[in-house]
């Protein structure tokens, strides 16, 4: 049974899509961050029984999908393809099988393009301060104005400055400062933000640390 998700439905989800973070971290920050309550966010879980076997997320126009090998995948697209808001975009690396791409009927990918991915095991993680002289903080409305004009010229990483709002108003953002300006920014569990900025990409599993990409039409 497909159903939307709701609060209750929180721990479970998570318990999923930590079995692959690696996979998942597009999901797990919009779990953690935006919850079941936005417009612009919706889950829905398939379910066997009273077990949780897929997760799909939708982000605005961009979606995620993530379960088992005996998910309903048929059943999960048709909510894709179904859904009046659409798709632009798709992350694609589903778990239980190679792709999500031949089960929607609505969309196609007339380009993928191959993305490299790395997974760091905690053990490996070995956090350093910053350089001397940068200061690294959790940015906030009063720094509107200055990340506007930090991302007017940012190349494929412009964005609006609606899309620089969101994200202080929604999610947790971070910024280095080099006296007192800004240098860089980080999005933290924030995936609806995808690096690359303006790009609609689908991503999809094609061998140990790699990962395919393609636009949806």
């Known amino acids: 049974m497909i159903r939307p998700l709701r609060e209750a439905d929180r721990a479970a989800a998570v318990a999923l899509l930590r079995a692959a973070p690696y996979l ?4 797990l ?25 897929a997760v799909v997320n939708r982000y605005m126009q961009g979606w995620s999908v993530y379960g088992g090998a005996d998910a309903d995948w048929t059943g999960l697209a048709a909510v894709v393809d179904n859904h009046p808001v659409g798709a632009e975009r798709l992350q694609d690396n589903p778990g239980g099988t190679p792709s999500f791409l031949p089960y929607l009927r609505r ?3 007339p ?26 903080r959790r940015a906030s409305l ?3 104005g200055a990340l506007v004009l930090f991302y007017s010229d940012a190349g494929s990483m412009s964005r ?15 910024l280095a400062e080099v006296g007192g300006e800004a240098d860089g920014e980080a999005a933290v569990a924030q995936p609806g933000l995808e690096p690359g900025g303006v790009q609609r990409l689908v991503r999809r599993p094609v061998g140990r640390g790699q990962t395919a990409c393609a636009l949806l039409g």
């Open 24 to 27: 998942n971290l597009y999901l």
């Open 29 to 53: 920050g919009n779990l953690e961050s935006l919850g079941f309550d936005q417009p612009f966010c919706e889950f829905w879980g398939d379910f066997d029984g009273p077990a949780l076997r």
């Open 107 to 109: 969309y196609d990918a």
């Open 111 to 136: 380009q993928v393009e191959e993305q490299h991915i790395m997974d760091l095991a905690e053990a490996d993680f070995r956090p350093r301060p910053a350089p001397e002289g940068v200061r690294v």
């Open 142 to 144: 009063a720094d509107l």
């Open 160 to 174: 609006s400055p609606l899309g620089v709002e969101r994200p202080l108003r929604d999610s947790r953002l971070w």
